[in-house]
Nanobody
Framework: QVQLVESGGGLVQPGGSLRLSCTASGSIFSINAMGWYRQAPGKERELVAVITEVGSTNYADSVKGRFTAYRDNAKNTVYLQMASLKPEDTAVYYC??????????WGQGTQVTVSS
C-alpha cells in the first residue's frame, strides 16, 4: 500500500508565497513522475506541475514563472514552491505519484486560499 501525505496549504495574501510538500510512504522502490493538480470550486481538476524522476518539469501556462516543482527522491517527497500567488490560484491542491507497475496514487488534498 502506498500513501501520499500533503502539507503546507493555508491562507495567504495575494502576492504571497507558500510551499506545499507531499511525501509518499509504503512499499516503494522507485517513483516515476510526481506532480500536482488542483481543483477550484465548480471547475475540473487541472494539472499544475509534473516532475520526472530525473527532474524534468512541465508546468501549466497559468503558473509558469511563479511556481517551481522539485523533489527529493531519497525522501520520496515532491514540493511545490508557489510565489506571486493570485486569487485565481485558490483551490484544493492534490499531489500524485506514478509508481512503476502499480499505477498512480493520490494525496488527500490541501486547501490553498489566496485572499486579502
Amino acid at each position: 500500500q502506498v500513501q501520499l501525505v500533503e502539507s503546507g496549504g493555508g491562507l495567504v495574501q495575494p502576492g504571497g508565497s507558500l510551499r506545499l510538500s507531499c511525501t509518499a510512504s509504503g512499499s516503494i522502490f522507485s517513483i516515476n513522475a510526481m506532480g500536482w493538480y488542483r481543483q477550484a470550486p465548480g471547475k475540473e481538476r487541472e494539472l499544475v506541475a509534473v516532475i520526472t524522476e530525473v527532474g524534468s518539469t512541465n508546468y501549466a501556462d497559468s503558473v509558469k514563472g511563479r511556481f517551481t516543482a522539485y523533489r527529493d527522491n531519497a525522501k520520496n517527497t515532491v514540493y511545490l514552491q508557489m510565489a506571486s500567488l493570485k486569487p485565481e490560484d485558490t483551490a484544493v491542491y492534490y499531489c500524485y505519484a506514478d509508481v512503476p507497475y502499480r499505477g498512480a496514487y493520490w494525496g488527500q488534498g490541501t486547501q490553498v486560499t489566496v485572499s486579502s
